[in-house]
């Protein structure tokens, strides 16, 4: 303790001094971007990744589409009946919780008889 009881942190105390002596002034790179591989990912990110976790918005994703090519073979065939009906509130609700789950630029439309091929590719 120092300072008039106050805490005084040491390392902080040097770098202050040696921005005061213009210690900071001629570095390399000073005004340029950072190179891109050290903005790639942090450490959090890389644990995660190389852990293997997914997140379960992105099973989801997968669940939907596999259901939306079902949906579809089966209005190939059948037309619009009242199971294809049943089908698309069900993927609806699929994609509502789906869209509560994963990051807001990653939500998507829910689908009906006429839009359902146009977003099968928003979601592979």
């Avoid at 971007?33 to 959090?44: A, F, G, I, S, V």
């Avoid at 698309?88 to 439309?109: E, M, R, T, V």
Wanted: glycine fraction near 6%; charged fraction near 35%.
């Amino acid at each position: 303790m120092d300072n008039n009881g106050k805490y005084v942190d040491w390392l902080d105390e040097i770098v202050k001094r040696h921005e005061k002596e213009g210690g900071f002034e001629n570095l390399p790179g000073l005004g340029k971007p950072l190179p891109k591989e050290h903005l790639k990912d942090d450490l959090l990110t890389t644990v995660i990744k190389k852990s293997g976790y997914k997140p379960d918005w992105l099973s989801k994703q997968k669940k939907i589409y596999s259901k939306l090519e079902t949906i579809v073979s089966a209005m190939k065939l059948e037309g619009s009946s009242l199971e294809i009906k049943k089908m698309l509130k069900d993927i609806n609700d699929d994609i509502k919780q789906y869209n509560l789950s994963c990051p807001f630029a990653l939500q998507k439309n829910y689908v009906d008889e006429h839009t359902i091929e146009s977003q099968m590719n928003f979601w592979k």
